[in-house]
């Protein structure tokens, strides 16, 4: 079976790593092929070390017909039998260049960013794909909630390797926060750092650690700045080595205000770091509150320096809710499980369903 795996970016994101896991794990009967809407990112090198074809269209400009071009040419001379959309931006690609590709189709994460962005050329789209694949319940009933209607709407848990790793001494005296994300205002960072303002008058010696880039990043200087923070705060950038710092840290928050950070909830609990996140519907099908992470009201600061100070004060605590936290995803979201629901979707879809006229 050949597939076309069309996806927006390459980047760091929870798209790119969810496809990077599934290329790994998925049987070697399926011949993969990548096409990204956008450059080279980090995630193109490593699909390529797993034998996987990957090209990148550079689709900057709405105006250029050269992309629109590559892609037309690669469907013709691929012929996939499966078109999976990462998104509702590769799912407007693809219908640019023609509906005759939608019923070979399954699109997963499938709302943009902010709900009002979805229009009725989106609704009208996901209405003629084989199929529309949600990551959770929630997901599923938001798609319901802004009109998005398929006879085969199904929920598809997303997958999350545990690796082994030394924690850091439950002794150590300098406490670690991490937020993990693009530095946007969706991701709740400017929360999270008054939260830690308010954290460190009672743990002077805690540092925050921002993993990530994006729009935000001058406004979250400037704000850590006010705060006098910016000794504390420390803005890595992009990092190569996430899971290492995961286990490193001491706290994992995922503050975030609108329906984004499963990824890194999922790599902090597979990590064994335990994660103190807001309450979002999505969220709350991976933490069970206080038994693999603690959830808090979204926006509340000083709910989440409780919760956080419980646990650096009681490093049993911690430890436990971090096992725990391992050992409920590599039950419920091993990578081995996460490629079958795949695969059995893959092979719902008909070999070479014909393909409509015109478009």
């Not at 996939?80 to 260049?97: F, K, N, S």
Request: proline content about 7%.
């Amino acid at each position: 079976m050949k597939i076309l795996h069309l996806i927006p970016s390459l980047d760091y994101c929870g798209a790119a790593a969810q496809l990077g896991l599934l290329s790994k794990h998925l049987p070697q009967s399926h011949a993969m092929h990548v096409c990204c809407l956008g450059g080279e990112g980090p995630w193109a090198q490593r699909l390529r070390q797993q034998g996987r074809s990957v090209d990148c269209l550079n689709w900057t400009r709405v105006c250029d017909p050269t992309p629109p071009w590559k892609l037309h040419r690669l469907l013709k001379s691929l012929a996939p039998d499966v078109i999976h959309a990462w998104g509702v931006p590769a799912l407007r690609a693809l219908g640019l260049i023609g509906r005759r590709w939608l019923p070979r189709t399954l699109v997963s994460q499938p709302l943009p960013h902010r709900r009002k962005q979805m229009g009725p050329l989106d609704r009208w789209l996901l209405r003629r794909v084989r199929a529309v694949v949600a990551s959770s319940q929630a997901e599923a009933a938001l798609c319901h909630e802004v009109g998005v209607r398929n006879r085969h709407l199904v929920v598809v848990p997303p997958g999350v390797e545990v690796v082994e790793f030394n924690r850091k001494r439950a002794d150590s005296q300098n406490e670690s926060i991490l937020c993990i994300g693009a530095l946007e205002a969706r991701k709740g960072f400017r929360d999270a750092i008054w939260a830690f303002d308010i954290l460190h008058y009672v743990f002077g010696d805690a540092r925050l650690l921002l993993v990530g880039d994006g729009p935000q990043r001058a406004d979250l200087h400037r704000f850590a700045d006010g705060l006098e923070m910016s000794d504390h705060v420390d803005f890595l950038g992009w990092r190569d080595d996430v899971p290492e710092l995961l286990h490193d840290a001491d706290v994992c928050w995922a503050p975030t205000v609108a329906c984004t950070s499963r990824q890194v909830v999922l790599e902090s609990m597979a990590a064994g770091c335990p994660v103190v996140a807001a309450d979002r519907p999505d969220l709350r099908e991976l933490i069970l509150e206080g038994q693999t992470g603690f959830l808090v009201p979204a926006g509340d600061k000083v709910a989440i320096c409780k919760r956080t100070r419980s646990l650096f004060r009681n490093p049993a605590l911690a430890r436990q809710i971090g096992e725990a936290a391992r050992a409920h995803v590599a039950h419920h979201f091993a990578p081995a499980t996460f490629a079958q629901r795949w695969t059995d979707q893959y092979a719902a879809t008909p070999p070479h369903p014909p393909l409509a006229k015109g478009g």
